[in-house]
């Protein structure tokens, strides 16, 4: 992503503390309230909204000001819609800033991962941007060695912090990692990657105190505010993400689903995306064809996914479609194995079994067989949900 010589806030609006960017650049404190009554910046910020609902390109423009009010604009919008609009919009602009990263200034980048709580370190110089060059294997064939840059490091516990949602991938697990004297070492590319999941974090906190960082609650925002929030409203209607009262309802499905005989996994699986959070490839798949194995329709996954923070239904909707066995060659997927769900870092407890399905089944038929007695006894039913 080129950045056509834009202001440094225009691309990382989050580096400014907006209270004090707006007296100096107005020369006067006014609350951010009052100037989404400005027309320039009320409507960018509804543009910026629907870009990351909708995932649509956004191009950030060179004008720093309207940049930067309407992305706390944005967030306050998001935050009023639902959590998942303000996870979505999180996501995206996590995944903007990562693009810039990539291609910014060295020195910039470790300044912005310190800002965030990132703590890492540039390695390189003017003379030498290549950092720490460690030899990483041999080519037999020409006899010379596979070198690998490291410009930056960072502390092993803010790397396990960052890698968190990422640690299914092989790639991110420490063991794959150059680790040395307590530190780290890192690519700029993978140093950016991992400065996206602390932004996520990052503006999940800054979210939490906007009322008294912009100067007014939602409450008292005014009329502008409120029909631009309806607006946001019927924008995540539109793009099939899930209501407030859908959120917190968590009607879901159709159908007959034993929830509370879930294995651990998969219920620390469907918490996880029920609270908006970004899972890999292999916890979604290992969500999806658990749930379609034990009769789940695509409808009642579709809908589980919609609180994921990057969710499109045309994409959503092929990939479990594709999981169910009704595209591409018909085949069904089986559900990971408790061993395989070890080695990717899912597995959160010792159940004795050697398939999740296999625990889901157990679990069922030990309920059907009591079901009768816990009926006479008045005793609570495990939580249904349709399917």
Not at 18 to 42: C, H, M, N, R, S
């Amino acid at each position: 992503m080129r950045d056509r010589k834009i202001p440094i806030y225009a691309k990382y609006p989050f580096l400014v503390q907006p209270g004090e960017y707006i007296a100096q650049y107005f020369g006067t404190e006014i609350p951010v309230a009052k100037l989404i009554e400005v027309d320039e910046f009320a409507r960018r910020a509804l543009v910026r909204v629907k870009a990351n609902l909708k995932n649509m390109r956004y191009s950030v423009a060179t004008k720093e000001v309207v940049e930067v009010l309407s992305f706390y604009i944005g967030l306050m919008l998001t935050a009023s819609s639902s959590r998942w609009a303000l996870k979505k919009y999180i996501d995206s602009e996590a995944k903007r800033a990562y693009l810039f990263l990539k291609n910014d200034d060295e020195k910039l980048v470790e300044f912005i991962a310190r800002k965030i709580g990132l703590k890492a370190e540039y390695l390189g110089t003017e003379a030498n941007k290549c950092g720490l060059a460690v030899v990483v294997g041999r080519d037999t064939l020409s006899n010379k060695d596979y070198v690998e840059c490291y410009q930056y490091r960072v502390t092993i516990p803010s790397y396990l912090v960052g890698a968190e949602k990422l640690s299914t991938d092989p790639k991110w697990k420490l063991v794959n990692r150059y680790v040395k004297g307590g530190f780290v070492y890192l690519s700029k590319r993978d140093v950016s990657r991992l400065i996206e999941e602390y932004l996520k974090r990052y503006l999940l906190k800054v979210t939490e105190d906007l009322p008294r960082v912009v100067g007014g609650s939602k409450d008292v925002l005014g009329s502008t505010f409120a029909n631009l929030s309806r607006r946001v409203k019927e924008i995540v209607k539109e793009v099939g993400g899930p209501s407030e009262e859908l959120e917190a309802s968590e009607e879901v499905a159709r159908g007959v689903i034993l929830e509370e005989l879930f294995p651990p996994c998969i219920k620390d699986l469907k918490n996880s995306l029920l609270a908006g959070e970004h899972l890999s490839h292999h916890q979604r798949f290992a969500l999806a064809t658990f749930l379609l194995n034990i009769g789940a329709s695509v409808e009642y996954v579709l809908d589980l996914f919609r609180h994921a923070p990057d969710f499109n239904e045309r994409i959503a909707r092929y990939q479990i479609e594709h999981l169910a066995g009704l595209r591409g060659g018909r085949k069904k997927y089986s559900m990971y194995g408790c061993d395989k769900m070890k080695s990717l870092g899912i597995c959160v407890s010792e159940c004795g079994v050697k398939n999740p399905l296999h625990y889901y089944r157990l679990q069922v038929k030990r309920y059907l067989n009591e079901k009768q007695y816990s009926h006479s006894q008045g005793s609570q039913s495990p939580q249904v949900r349709r399917r």
